[in-house]
């Protein structure tokens, strides 16, 4: 069994990392788990018998309590969404008395919130206030959670007031002068967050050295990726990015750890989506259109094609092949409840995240999305200027540019129930053996339900 593990989505987040994290915390008996990069901009629902839990910010073992659940210094916490969760989790009778928060961690003030809620429109954020936050650290005008809680565990009302006064004034003239928004009620806020780290405080540590410790003793670690390596600050599609450095990079530094991962798995979705604006070569339909017609039901109910829909999808009508996908695949945010916008897989993309993040095996999830649609598409190339480009190009108005090159395969029904490799059929092997000529690494996992049960390990892995 491999030490340690890294598990990062190749996309534009939204791969199904939960449910692979869940898998290999069982399977492979993982005795700590840490979130390194963002913040509740990350959802993920954890499905188990005490009841369904949607976590934005605490580490999906959270409800092993035999595991230790760290929160790194790369991720920026909101009190009152982790408060929030740890309300809930508790409600349900899960303590969290294995959950580690870093004192580097910095803070989502509510002025975060605010800019994020102003600026984020044209990135098309979550609104979490994560990227003025990440700002925030790099001008080193941040609050961190030591700034909080105290060396003791104890809260440190007069640092943190003095602080939180002091950075509050300034921003609230940014909000007013600059911007034009009313600003922050600074004294209620600050009553609000200090009671409010009287639930955490004692989890507040030197998680730096706390996995050091762990290490040394020989306990076993996944680090858990959150967003996906197309979002990367520096590697994604920038400025369509996220504020964090989300492959490896970000592992090192947001978890402050130098321990090499052993495995590194790229959480790859069998098709693909992305949330929020920016350039998407493989995209079936436009973000508009999506936007304004496919939304879920008020309930949350997901209406699938009629017959009439599907053959118009498979007749070419690509607005209804991506609404087909979406469906299927319940692609609509579980942070933001947007729904999402969904393309064939892009090998490409995903060959990118792999160089940059030291990707060694593929866990393909969703592969049962895929059933019944009789001719499936790879995107292996993008047509620029009349040039065939088979990387992802740095610029995002040449990315705009770009039309995928389509590679097509034959399809296969539906999978869900199947249980066994052995027992795929013959079309989904090859699809399978073709992700992995062009990926150039194994798919060493493979998922075709939300069910734990419904998923593979593969070449023997
Ligand atoms: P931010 O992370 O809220 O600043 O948003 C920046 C971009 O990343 C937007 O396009 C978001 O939709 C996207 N994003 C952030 N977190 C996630 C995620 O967990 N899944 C998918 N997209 C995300």
């Known amino acids: 069994m491999a ?134 650290r790099a001008s080193r005008r941040g609050i961190r959670l030591g700034d909080l809680v105290d060396h003791q565990g104890k809260v440190d009302k007069d640092t943190f007031s003095k602080r939180f006064r002091e950075v509050a004034q300034e921003k609230n003239l940014v909000l007013e002068r600059v911007y034009e928004l009313d600003p922050v009620e600074i004294e209620s806020n600050l009553s609000e967050i200090l009671e409010l780290a009287g639930e955490f405080c004692q989890m507040v540590a030197d998680t730096s050295s706390l996995l050091d410790e762990y290490r040394k003793k020989g306990l076993t670690t996944l680090f858990e990726g959150a967003q996906g390596c197309l979002l990367d600050l520096d590697w994604g599609s920038y400025p369509y990015v996220t504020s964090s450095s989300v492959g490896i990079a970000g592992c090192y530094l947001g978890s402050g750890t130098a321990q090499n991962p052993d495995r590194c798995i790229g959480i790859t979705k069998a098709y693909s989506t992305r949330v929020g604006e920016g350039p998407y070569p493989a995209e079936l339909g436009d973000y508009e259109t999506v936007k304004a017609k496919d939304q879920r039901g008020a309930d949350g109910s997901v209406a699938q094609l009629n017959e009439e829909q599907k053959a118009k999808a498979l007749a070419g009508d690509e607005v209804l092949m991506g609404s087909w996908l979406r469906r299927a695949g319940r692609e609509y945010g579980t942070t933001t409840g947007r729904p999402r916008r969904t393309g064939w897989l892009d090998i490409v993309a995903v060959r990118h995240s792999i160089r940059f993040s030291g990707i060694t095996e593929i866990a393909m999830t969703k592969l049962d999305v895929l059933a019944d649609i009789p001719v499936l598409k790879i995107c292996k190339g993008y047509r620029y200027q009349g040039q065939t480009l088979d990387t992802f190009p740095s610029r995002a108005h040449i990315l705009a540019e770009c039309e995928p090159v389509y590679e097509e395969l034959e399809g296969f029904g539906a999978l869900d129930h199947v249980k066994d490799p052995k027992d795929l059929p013959a079309t989904a092997r090859a699809y399978l053996k073709r992700v992995e000529e062009l990926a150039g690494i194994p798919v060493s996992i493979l998922s075709v339900g939300p069910h734990r049960a419904q998923s593979m390990f593969l070449n023997g892995n």
């Not at 990069?37 to 910010?57: C, D, K, R, W, Y």
Request: proline content about 5%.
């Open 3 to 136: 030490a340690s593990t890294l598990i990062v989505g190749t996309q534009f987040g939204d791969e199904g990392k939960g449910k692979v994290v869940d898998l290999l915390v069982e399977h492979e008996k993982f005795d700590v788990v840490v979130r390194y990069n963002g913040g509740a901009n990350a959802g993920h629902t954890i499905v188990s018998e005490q009841g369904t839990f949607p976590l934005h910010l605490v580490p999906s073992g959270i409800l092993h309590p035999e595991v230790n659940n760290v929160v790194g210094a790369g991720v920026v916490i909101e009190p009152a969404g982790l408060v929030g969760e740890l309300k809930t989790l508790r409600a349900a009778g899960i303590p969290c008395e294995n959950l580690w928060l870093s004192d580097r961690a910095h803070l989502v003030m509510p002025w975060h919130k605010k800019l994020d809620a102003h600026l984020g429109g044209k990135i098309g954020t979550t609104a979490r206030g994560i990227g003025p936050c990440y700002e925030d």
